[in-house]
């Protein structure tokens, strides 16, 4: 039933392209639910052309590649490839793989979707340019999208009243609004913040709503200034003294000179500053003394700054790392 009633929410050509897909890819009672609701639809199978075969492709990929997609098609078009062939695609993991077709080819179909693979690599998922991506087929960013996507995620107007975030569009939420708080330290260094605006009997009984559970991690940029702000109330006692012995917790970094020092590790560096003062051996022969490991880790951060904006972000605007 359940599977009936997310199909209902489809388009019918969205369907009959998965009902395409299918064939290849998912079980037969699914398949046999997209037929039933096309059936049902009156629809006319022989409608899928190459065209809308491109076309719902297309809408799979990241909007950056679709330029270099519709130029793949061209290729593959000229080379005798017909959409009777569909390409074997997935996003795994966050990294999209072409694995061939799901028919038989030609090793020169083959040859031309590994091209392509290599294109997308090193194309900007969000705005297609070629200048500065780094990312290989993980969402593969330029650096003035990836600058976007991190100001996007700053938490921002923290005060006792609420916060900003980003989702879709930017959203104020009031404290008031939150009535449950998780608060997780995943390892030693990382940390998660699940705020639910649904006590948990209302959680059983409302529909889903992406927008009554906002969750951070620790590399939202402010997180532990969010953290810090949150209302007392809204706390167990556990919680609070967990939060604030952490957040009392923070040393100045001998590399990066923010106050981003967590038990030996920093998280703006990311240096363990227990290797810089207390040197192994090796380490002691290459750079002669502490200060020489101490000079070669600044450097090498000031390096990390420029080709790196997640740190250089972090590094520049994270308010609670900035604190004396
Ligand atoms: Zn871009
Ligand atoms: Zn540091």
């Given at each position: 039933m359940e599977i009936q009633n997310s199909l209902k929410k489809e388009t019918t050509e969205r369907l009959a392209y998965l009902f395409f897909m299918d064939q290849h890819y998912y079980s037969k009672e699914y398949l046999q639910a997209v037929r039933e609701e096309l059936q049902d639809r009156n629809y006319n199978f022989n409608n899928l052309n190459e065209h809308l075969y491109i076309r719902y492709f297309m809408e799979d990929l990241y909007v950056g590649w679709r330029k270099e997609a519709k130029r793949m098609f061209a290729e593959l078009s000229a080379n005798g490839w017909t959409y009777q062939q569909p390409i074997y695609y997935k996003y795994s993991w966050g990294s999209f793989t072409m694995k061939g077709f799901h028919t038989d080819a030609h090793e020169l179909l083959h040859s031309i979707l590994n091209k392509y693979l290599n294109i997308y690599g090193e194309t900007c998922s969000s705005c297609g340019s070629k200048k500065q991506v780094s990312g290989s087929l993980e969402e593969p960013l330029c650096r003035k999208c990836e600058l976007k996507i991190l100001k996007k995620r700053r938490i921002k107007n923290i005060n006792k009243f609420g916060f900003t975030y980003y989702r879709n569009k930017f959203q104020h939420v009031l404290w008031t609004e939150i009535k449950r708080i998780e608060f997780v330290v995943t390892d030693d260094h990382s940390f998660g913040i699940t705020l639910s605006k649904l006590t948990e009997k209302e959680e059983l009984e409302k529909e889903y709503d992406e927008h009554d559970t906002i969750s951070f991690h620790s590399d939202s940029c402010n997180f532990f200034k969010l953290v810090t702000k949150i209302p007392k109330e809204l706390l167990t006692e556990h919680q609070y003294r967990e939060i604030h012995n952490i957040c009392n917790h923070f040393e100045k970094c001998m590399v990066c000179h923010r106050k981003s020092v967590f038990d030996d590790q920093?998280?703006?560096?990311?240096?363990?500053?227990s290797f810089i003062e207390s040197p192994s051996s090796k380490s002691l022969e290459r750079f002669k003394t502490k200060a020489g490991i101490l000079a070669h880790r600044q450097k090498d951060f000031k390096r990390i700054l420029k080709v790196l904006p997640a740190y250089k972000y972090s590094y520049e605007t994270d308010s609670f790392f900035k604190s004396k």
């Open positions: 920093c998280l703006i560096c990311r240096n363990k500053i």
